[in-house]
């Protein structure tokens, strides 16, 4: 289940807000964020939910298990917490960067570059 989070992060990278690399939100606004250095990646849920949508994956079970596996920091029963992105707080459910090291053995070094990754590709 989280290389679903992952895969459409990386899916949807140049919407994702980084407060190290502030430019102007794009067109839609932004999909979530992810800091170079970070270590979480949020994604505003609407944006999450209409990607599952239109791939056909139910987005409540999938929330289930990302919460009950602990992969993702939930305040309340909406799946989010507030995250700042740009000069808003938007709800966003919130994934540790341990958790995509830690389950999927991705790379640290990838998670916390990813636009120096994408660029080098």
């Known amino acids: 289940?989280?290389?679903?989070?992952?895969d459409l992060a990386l899916l949807n990278l140049d919407r994702m807000y980084d407060?190290?690399?502030?430019?102007?939100?794009?067109?839609?606004?932004?999909?979530g964020r992810w800091d170079t250095d970070g270590t979480e990646i949020a994604i505003v849920p609407d944006r999450f939910k209409a990607e599952l949508d239109d791939r056909g994956i139910e987005?409540?079970?999938?929330?289930?298990?990302?919460?009950?596996?602990s992969w993702a920091t939930m305040t309340d029963s909406t799946w989010c917490s507030p995250?700042?992105?740009?000069d808003q707080r938007k709800r966003c459910a919130r994934f540790p960067m341990e958790a995509f090291i830690e389950a999927l053995d991705a790379n640290p070094n990838?998670?916390?570059?990813?636009?120096?990754?994408?660029?080098?590709?």
């Open 59 to 69: 987005w409540m079970p999938i929330m289930r298990r990302l919460k009950i596996e």
């Open 19 to 31: 407060i190290r690399n502030p430019v102007r939100a794009p067109d839609g606004g932004w999909w």
């Open 1 to 6: 289940m989280l290389h679903i989070v992952l």
């Open 110 to 121: 990838t998670l916390r570059e990813p636009r120096a990754r994408a660029r080098a590709l």
């Open 83 to 86: 995250v700042r992105i740009g």
